[in-house]
């Protein structure tokens, strides 16, 4: 994102796995089961951001087992920000509110 300019984000829809490999930017969610790890979609060797949305009513966990830093349980509909270190090869969930 670039500050003073147009920002587009491409979309997918994808079902809960404890394994999502999202090629887009903002990833519909369906489904309930924890998210484990998460694949990079700019193939790893970069930082980068990836934006969350679960539809399903019970909202979908996170698992720290993985590449996911941290436990989050995405609410409903709420976007959850995902920034990806390349340094640590984890993914730190934004703040849920």
Known sequence: MIPGTTTKLSEELL??????NPTKDLVILSGTTALVNI???FGGGFSGILFIVPTNAAGVAT???GNIA???????????MFVYSKLQNKWYPGPIS
Not at 15 to 20: K, L, M, V
Not at 70 to 80: A, G, S
């Open 70 to 80: 941290v436990v989050v349980t995405m609410p409903q509909f709420r976007p959850t």
């Open 15 to 20: 079902a809960s796995a404890a394994t999502i």
């Open 63 to 65: 698992s720290a087992a």
């Open 39 to 41: 694949t990079p979609h």
